[in-house]
């Protein structure tokens, strides 16, 4: 079934104003493949970061365990698709067995709420959608969805195990990436140190 927000959003412009409330950094007509995606993965409970709570809306729909949260106030709650916590990262502390998801939430470098999330976040799977270091057309080579401290931290903490290549809005390189903590615990093989990383992804 077309998607009549995905609709409006093809035809616009990221430059011009689109259909009010369906603009989202992340082309939303790809939401078909999204929802396949994150649906092979059932012991994938999700906390979200968003605004409107548009993909989240229609992950519920699919029957995922999906929890939003946010703490602007840029969308009136008629503007939103399903119910949306009001809270700051500091939130996440209370969701360890979920995974967290991150879709473009830093608007530039001085921003720290990506970096906060990940601080607060106890839980072992983060999911990243936008641009990542050497992913971007910009001057920023750490791209315009996280900012550098943020992807330092993540590389520091995490591994990624799946990196997926999105459509995107002309001006973005954004994919689809699935990362898992490192154990804390290093083993010494052959003079180096590594880390244990769970890869499985518990896919159907």
């Known amino acids: 079934m077309r998607d009549p927000a995905a609709s409006a959003c093809k035809s616009s412009s990221p430059s011009l104003s689109p259909a009010p ?22 012991d ?16 519920q ?6 929890v939003a949260f946010d703490r602007n106030s840029i969308f009136p709650p008629e503007m939103r ?11 996440l502390e209370h969701f360890p ?9 830093d608007a530039d470098e001085s921003s720290r709420f990506s970096l906060d999330c990940l601080a607060y976040y106890r839980g072992h799977t983060v999911i990243h959608v936008g641009e990542l270091l050497g992913e971007s057309i910009t001057s920023n080579p750490w791209g ?6 943020f992807q330092l931290a993540l590389a ?11 459509p995107n809005w002309p001006g973005q390189v954004d994919s689809f990436s699935v990362w898992k903590r490192k ?11 590594f880390q244990y990383v769970d890869t499985n992804l518990e896919e159907n």
């Open 61 to 66: 729909r699919r029957g995922l365990d999906v």
């Open 81 to 91: 698709y399903t119910d949306i916590t009001t809270g700051g990262p500091e939130i």
């Open 21 to 42: 409330g369906c603009w989202t950094c992340c082309v939303p007509c790809t939401y078909h493949w999204f929802l396949q995606e994150l649906g092979r993965y059932p």
């Open 183 to 193: 154990s804390s615990q290093l083993v010494l093989c052959d003079g180096a140190h």
């Open 97 to 105: 067995d979920r995974a967290l998801f991150l879709a473009w939430p």
């Open 156 to 166: 520091e903490d995490f591994c990624c195990v799946k990196r997926i290549r999105l």
């Open 44 to 59: 994938f409970p999700l906390v979200f970061v968003q605004g409107t709570g548009y993909w989240e809306y229609l992950l």
């Open 144 to 149: 315009q969805s996280t900012s550098r401290d």
